[in-house]
């Protein structure tokens, strides 16, 4: 049994039934009638065939659901199969030395393991097997050589004709089993494709060339190991010719490969080259020459030549694949460097097939093969056959240097070297049984032969069918079969338990048994009258049940409590919640538990309340809170005693010692160094208060204040802490640095303000002098300084 499974009722059977709330598995919603029905909804659904599962009312599709919830419902017997692998045929892939003395027939070797296996399957449960692949050494090889012999390609023909050694002898190098065969081809002997006139046929080519007469495909060689025979039978072909420039090349490769026998090929691998230096005709071309029939797949070879050529139309790139691929033909397209495009977008539609490009005379005809061959060998991609409808397949490789891939990309393997082993994980799953309890598909590398068989067996019926009791008793005096718990009815029979008959049924009769008290309602209007017995509905969630003779019961509509069903601490039984242990009340609610209600003194509510649904009821309405530790009104226990504390402590407060010993005398001191001495809470079992007092002087004293066994005690720091004076000189100093500072400003401000008054009255002077006007003439008073002598003696000379 699956383990998830296993955990999933674990979890739902501790929580005492509450799966009743959970949403429904799909495995009820499917409404299944019976056990096989059952295990095809989903892996994890399971079928219960305990007789006295059903509770009254309950339709049999509840026999139908999840593993987990089957065994919180304390079924015993679960019909739960599950799927498995059977191994038929496991060969281990071949170790094959090229220089080994024992050669290996083909069908000796071995390269894909393992060969047949046998999937016994069950619907949603995916099954993996790993498949192996290895690259054989010294495997044996194929050829046929497939040449247009169209008149443009009579110097790529006489290449040709020496190609059957030389390939051989580089062959060898890879392989000593190699064979050859060579094939030709032109194109439908019908108009437009050649001219039909008599000298045409004889010799389709211009001037004084000769040519043989035009063909469709002509197999010159079939497969052998002669190469010197491939050279002689070569030597003798001749060029042919056509009107139009696309060639009949497709109806050549269809011949090929469906003319296994005539061809001769081997159960190895198959390579076909295709040498050409032009396109196509392909399926619809042959409307140009009134060819409508579709060709048909067939080998119509008659002497070695292809003779429907006039009848049937060329093949499809489909029906080409489809057949490539059905006879595992890998295909080497050499083609001269005008057409690499068109051949190369054909290829990315056959698979397992290469493009080369072919010089103009195909002198490098053997080198392309060679390099085509060992990128086609290098790769493996996996196909499979058709498969059943409701079965899906999966792929994973796992490659060279550890390279993962998925998808798509899961079915191939690239850089694969002789020797080389790879790894596929092939998961495959049913989602339904098919018509066929049984199929077989094969699954393939695409180029070889071999081939994995797996045969699919699909577990459609439980094993609980086959021991079915027929005409028991258990099913109203042998009118059904008890198959898996329940009772499939004989014919004409209807009922949980068969117990009615179609022909006499008389629904007014027996809607009286389905009506609780001789009510109206039928089944209480949550389900229908069945043969005189209540089958009750089922609801979109299917987790969420009618039950009862007359469906008058149900799991879901009980007192709900923080918006869960009988809040969350008990199940529902028919509209009454059942609790868990510790909690009562009609929808669960009320906890037993006292825990919640301890205060830190240990005592329940503080000794002031009772504890009710796990919180406290205070029974002095002046206390309140969780513990009923808060009393708002109550004067505080500081203020209380800061008195007597402050007395006994440090003398004052009460006055003289006499009266302070007089009225504080009930107090219980005791002194301690520091406030971290104090008692605190957490260490004590009763309640205890720290507090925090001033005294006349402005001093703290700090103390702690509890009940002890009914008497009160205090403990005080023996120390007041009480404020510092002032420091006189920062005072005075900052007072005097304070007036100075101001007094500086003031003379600052007094100086800038004297220096603006300055620089105004400048400004205004210099304003005033531009402005003066001047009068130039001499001033009448004014009298000269110069004073004038003359010499009387002089004579001026």
Same mark, same amino acid.
């Given at each position: 049994?699956?383990?998830?499974?296993?955990?999933?009722?674990?979890?739902?059977?501790?929580?005492?039934?509450?799966?009743?709330?959970?949403?429904?598995?799909?495995?009820?919603?499917?409404?299944?009638?019976?056990?096989?029905?059952?295990?095809?909804?989903?892996?994890?659904?399971?079928?219960?065939?305990?007789?006295?599962?059903?509770?009254?009312?309950?339709?049999?599709?509840?026999?139908?659901?999840?593993?987990?919830?089957?065994?919180?419902?304390k079924?015993?017997?679960?019909?739960?199969?599950?799927?498995?692998?059977?191994?038929?045929?496991?060969?281990?892939?071949?170790?094959?030395?090229?220089?080994?003395?024992?050669?290996?027939?083909?069908?000796?070797?071995t390269?894909?393991?393992?060969?047949?296996?046998?999937?016994?399957?069950?619907?949603?449960?995916?099954?993996?097997?790993?498949?192996?692949?290895?690259?054989?050494?010294?495997?044996?090889?194929?050829?046929?050589?497939?040449?247009?012999?169209?008149?443009?390609?009579?110097?790529?023909?006489?290449?040709?004709?020496?190609?059957?050694?030389?390939?051989?002898?580089?062959?060898?190098?890879?392989?000593?089993?190699?064979?050859?065969?060579?094939?030709?081809?032109?194109?439908?002997?019908?108009?437009?494709y050649?001219?039909?006139?008599?000298?045409?046929?004889?010799?389709?080519?211009?001037?004084?060339y000769?040519?043989?007469?035009?063909?469709?495909?002509?197999?010159?060689?079939?497969?052998?190991?002669?190469?010197?025979?491939?050279?002689?039978?070569?030597?003798?072909?001749?060029i042919?010719?056509n009107?139009?420039?696309?060639?009949?090349?497709?109806?050549?490769?269809?011949?090929?490969?469906?003319?296994?026998?005539?061809?001769?090929?081997?159960?190895?691998?198959?390579?076909?080259?295709?040498?050409?230096?032009?396109?196509?005709?392909?399926?619809?071309?042959?409307?140009l020459?009134?060819?409508?029939?579709?060709?048909?797949?067939?080998?119509?070879?008659?002497?070695?030549?292809?003779?429907?050529?006039?009848?049937?139309?060329?093949?499809?790139?489909?029906?080409?694949?489809?057949?490539?691929?059905?006879?595992?033909?890998?295909?080497i397209?050499?083609?001269?460097?005008?057409?690499?495009?068109?051949?190369?977008?054909?290829?990315?539609?056959?698979?397992?097939?290469?493009?080369?490009?072919?010089?103009?005379?195909?002198?490098?005809?053997?080198?392309?093969?060679?390099?085509?061959?060992?990128?086609?060998?290098?790769?493996?991609?996996?196909?499979?056959?058709?498969?059943?409808?409701g079965?899906?397949?999966?792929?994973?490789?796992?490659?060279?240097?550890?390279?993962?891939?998925?998808?798509?990309?899961?079915?191939?393997?690239?850089?694969?070297?002789?020797?080389?082993?790879?790894?596929?994980?092939?998961?495959?799953?049913s989602?339904?049984?098919?018509?066929?309890?049984?199929e077989?598909?094969?699954?393939?590398?695409?180029?070889?032969?071999?081939?994995?068989?797996?045969?699919?067996?699909?577990?459609?019926?439980?094993?609980?069918?086959?021991?079915?009791?027929? /005409?028991?008793? @258990?099913?109203?005096?042998? +009118? %059904?079969?008890?198959? =898996? #718990?329940? !009772?499939? $009815?004989? *014919?004409?029979?209807?009922?949980?338990?068969?117990?009615?008959?179609?022909?006499?049924?008389?629904?007014?009769?027996?809607d009286a048994?389905?009506?609780?008290? /001789?009510?109206? @309602?039928?089944?209480s209007? +949550? %389900?229908?009258?069945v =043969? #005189?017995? !209540?089958? $009750?509905? *089922?609801?979109?969630?299917?987790?969420?049940?009618?039950?009862?003779?007359?469906?008058?019961?149900?799991?879901?509509?009980?007192?709900?409590?923080?918006?869960k069903?009988?809040?969350?601490?008990?199940?529902?039984?028919?509209?009454?919640?059942?609790?868990?242990?510790?909690?009562?009340?009609?929808?669960?609610?009320c906890?037993?538990?006292?825990?919640?209600?301890?205060?830190?003194?240990?005592?329940?509510?503080?000794?002031?309340?009772?504890?009710?649904?796990?919180?406290?009821?205070?029974?002095?309405?002046?206390?309140?809170?969780?513990?009923?530790?808060?009393?708002?009104?109550?004067?505080?226990?500081?203020t209380?005693?800061?008195?007597?504390?402050?007395?006994?402590?440090?003398?004052?407060?009460?006055?003289?010692?006499?009266?302070?010993?007089?009225?504080?005398?009930?107090?219980?001191?005791?002194?301690?160094?520091?406030?971290?001495?104090?008692?605190?809470?957490?260490?004590?079992?009763?309640?205890?208060?720290?507090?925090?007092?001033?005294?006349?002087?402005?001093?703290?004293?700090?103390?702690?204040?509890?009940?002890?066994?009914?008497?009160?005690?205090?403990?005080?720091?023996?120390?007041?802490?009480?404020?510092?004076?002032?420091?006189?000189?920062?005072?005075?100093?900052?007072?005097v640095?304070?007036?100075?500072?101001?007094?500086?400003?003031?003379?600052?401000?007094?100086?800038?303000l004297?220096?603006?008054?300055?620089?105004?009255?400048?400004?205004?002077?210099?304003?005033?002098?531009?402005?003066?006007?001047?009068?130039?003439?001499?001033?009448?008073?004014?009298?000269?300084?110069?004073?004038?002598?003359?010499?009387?003696?002089?004579?001026?000379?």
């Amino acid at each position: 049994m699956d383990f998830r499974l296993l955990c999933v009722g674990a979890v739902l059977m501790l929580f005492g039934g509450s799966w009743a709330q959970q949403e429904g598995s799909e495995c009820i919603k499917a409404n299944a009638q019976s056990c096989g029905e059952c295990i095809q909804v989903a892996e994890t659904c399971g079928w219960c065939t305990d007789e006295n599962f059903l509770r009254d009312g309950e339709s049999k599709t509840v026999r139908c659901d999840d593993i987990g919830s089957l065994s919180a419902r304390k079924c015993v017997k679960i019909e739960n199969p599950r799927g498995n692998i059977d191994i038929n045929i496991n060969k281990d892939v071949t170790n094959r030395k090229k220089d080994q003395a024992d050669k290996l027939k083909p069908e000796q070797i071995t390269q894909i393991q393992p060969q047949k296996l046998t999937l016994n399957l069950r619907s949603g449960e995916p099954l993996t097997f790993n498949l192996k692949f290895k690259r054989a050494e010294d495997y044996p090889i194929d050829l046929y050589y497939l040449m247009d012999l169209s008149f443009s390609m009579k110097d790529d023909l006489e290449n040709v004709k020496n190609l059957g050694t030389h390939l051989m002898r580089e062959m060898q190098e890879i392989t000593s089993d190699f064979r050859i065969g060579f094939g030709s081809f032109v194109e439908k002997t019908v108009m437009p494709y050649i001219s039909t006139t008599p000298a045409r046929l004889a010799n389709p080519c211009t001037g004084s060339y000769n040519c043989t007469s035009p063909f469709s495909y002509k197999n010159v060689l079939s497969l052998t190991n002669d190469g010197n025979q491939f050279n002689n039978l070569v030597s003798q072909q001749q060029i042919s010719g056509n009107l139009d420039s696309p060639e009949g090349g497709f109806d050549a490769i269809m011949q090929v490969a469906v003319c296994e026998g005539k061809i001769g090929w081997r159960n190895v691998t198959r390579l076909l080259v295709f040498s050409t230096d032009a396109g196509f005709h392909f399926a619809g071309d042959g409307k140009l020459g009134g060819i409508v029939l579709p060709n048909d797949g067939k080998c119509h070879l008659e002497n070695n030549m292809y003779t429907m050529s006039h009848y049937y139309d060329y093949p499809s790139i489909a029906h080409l694949v489809q057949k490539l691929s059905d006879h595992n033909i890998q295909t080497i397209f050499a083609v001269t460097e005008e057409f690499q495009p068109v051949y190369k977008e054909l290829k990315n539609l056959i698979p397992k097939s290469a493009v080369g490009t072919l010089s103009s005379n195909s002198s490098n005809v053997i080198k392309l093969i060679i390099d085509a061959y060992n990128s086609l060998s290098s790769e493996v991609i996996l196909e499979n056959s058709r498969v059943p409808e409701g079965v899906t397949i999966s792929y994973k490789s796992v490659c060279k240097n550890g390279v993962t891939g998925t998808g798509e990309g899961g079915r191939k393997c690239s850089n694969i070297s002789i020797g080389d082993e790879v790894s596929f994980q092939i998961s495959v799953e049913s989602t339904k049984c098919p018509s066929q309890n049984s199929e077989t598909i094969k699954i393939k590398p695409l180029g070889f032969t071999e081939e994995v068989e797996v045969v699919l067996n699909f577990i459609c019926e439980c094993e609980c069918s086959k021991g079915g009791v027929p /005409n028991s008793k @258990d099913c109203h005096d042998g +009118n %059904g079969t008890l198959e =898996c #718990g329940a !009772c499939k $009815c004989n *014919t004409g029979r209807i009922g949980g338990k068969c117990e009615c008959s179609k022909d006499e049924l008389r629904t007014e009769d027996l809607d009286a048994n389905c009506r609780k008290d /001789n009510g109206t @309602d039928i089944c209480s209007n +949550n %389900g229908e009258c069945v =043969c #005189g017995t !209540c089958e $009750c509905k *089922t609801r979109e969630n299917a987790a969420e049940i009618y039950n009862g003779k007359y469906c008058e019961c149900d799991n879901f509509n009980c007192d709900r409590s923080g918006n869960k069903l009988c809040g969350g601490h008990g199940h529902c039984e028919c509209r009454v919640c059942v609790c868990e242990a510790n909690y009562t009340g009609s929808a669960c609610d009320c906890s037993l538990d006292t825990s919640t209600c301890l205060a830190k003194n240990g005592q329940i509510c503080n000794g002031r309340g009772t504890c009710e649904c796990g919180e406290c009821k205070c029974t002095n309405p002046k206390f309140q809170g969780s513990t009923c530790e808060v009393c708002p009104t109550c004067p505080g226990v500081c203020t209380e005693h800061k008195d007597c504390v402050q007395c006994r402590a440090f003398g004052g407060g009460e006055g003289d010692k006499q009266a302070c010993e007089q009225n504080c005398g009930y107090l219980t001191l005791v002194k301690v160094a520091r406030r971290d001495n104090l008692p605190q809470p957490t260490d004590q079992t009763f309640p205890l208060t720290h507090c925090k007092e001033r005294d006349a002087n402005d001093c703290w004293f700090y103390y702690t204040f509890a009940v002890r066994n009914d008497t009160p005690e205090a403990y005080v720091v023996e120390e007041l802490e009480c404020p510092a004076g002032p420091d006189i000189i920062p005072i005075v100093v900052g007072v005097v640095a304070g007036i100075v500072l101001i007094g500086l400003a003031l003379l600052l401000i007094w100086k800038l303000l004297m220096i603006i008054h300055d620089r105004r009255e400048f400004a205004k002077f210099e304003k005033e002098k531009m402005n003066a006007k001047w009068d130039t003439g001499e001033n009448p008073i004014y009298k000269s300084a110069v004073t004038t002598v003359v010499n009387p003696k002089y004579e001026g000379k």
